[in-house]
T-cell receptor, first 112, second 115 residues
Framework: ETGVTQSPTHLIKTRGQQVTLRCSSQSGHNTVSWYQQALGQGPQFIFQYYREEENGRGNFPPRFSGLQFPNYSSELNVNALELDDSALYLC???????????FGDGTRLSIL | AQSVTQLDSQVPVFEEAPVELRCNYSSSVSVYLFWYVQYPNQGLQLLLKYLSGSTLVESINGFEAEFNKSQTSFHLRKPSVHISDTAEYFCAVTGLKAAGNKLTFGGGTRVLVKP
């Protein structure tokens, strides 16, 4: 059984640029959540997608947006990158909205 | 809304000694509780979960946690640690029947096992 996979593993951008991070959910999982983990902190919930619809959002500005595709893979898009966006971005999938989440290894984003 | 407090940011412990990681939460609704482990340069791995039933839950690698509703705690314990247990541990909570299962995490406890 393939787990949650994220790409790329590392990314370097400059302020003002845009970035797209990708996530393939675990087989059979229809729910994908994204989290931001700043250095030395716990992950913070960004948003969740269930069957291609946004199903909850954390305290992040609109320049953080997402998509879920019919195969339940997902993208996280961040526009107008700021230095504080430097973090590990984690994707997690679950069988359904109320099932335990399984995490990928993350994408480490560095903003210069 | 929920919040999670992990009372120790770092716990040094000798190999084969016991360890306890403390986690307290607050919530206005009933909750599910989780412990995740994060090894360097990796994502989070689910260690154990409390959904319902017995308040004592165990993992396959010797960890256990006890849900205490009156004290709003979910402390993690292991009677004898190995070098390989060196990692960061996160306690997390989600509200029952919440819109989605958004996880709220504590700040993490870094466990350093010394030989």
């Amino acid at each position: 059984e393939t787990g949650v996979t994220q790409s790329p593993t590392h990314l370097i951008k400059t302020r003002g640029q845009q970035v797209t991070l990708r996530c393939s959910s675990q087989s059979g999982h229809n729910t994908v959540s994204w989290y931001q983990q700043a250095l030395g902190q716990g992950p913070q919930f960004i948003f969740q997608y269930y069957r291609e619809e946004e199903n909850g959002r954390g305290n992040f500005p609109p320049r953080f947006s997402g998509l879920q595709f019919p195969n339940y893979s997902s993208e996280l898009n961040v526009n107008a990158l700021e230095l504080d966006d430097s973090a590990l971005y984690l994707c997690a999938s679950s069988l359904d909205r109320e099932q335990p989440q399984h995490f990928g290894d993350g994408t480490r984003l560095s903003i210069l | 809304a929920q919040s999670v407090t992990q009372l120790d940011s770092q716990v040094p412990v000798f190999e084969e000694a016991p360890v306890e990681l403390r986690c307290n939460y607050s919530s206005s609704v009933s909750v599910y509780l989780f412990w995740y482990v994060q090894y360097p340069n990796q994502g989070l791995q689910l260690l154990l979960k409390y959904l319902s039933g017995s308040t004592l839950v165990e993992s396959i690698n010797g960890f256990e946690a006890e849900f205490n509703k009156s004290q709003t705690s979910f402390h993690l314990r292991k009677p004898s640690v190995h070098i390989s247990d060196t990692a960061e541990y996160f306690c997390a909570v989600t509200g029952l029947k919440a819109a989605g299962n958004k996880l709220t995490f504590g700040g993490g406890t870094r466990v350093l096992v010394k030989p």
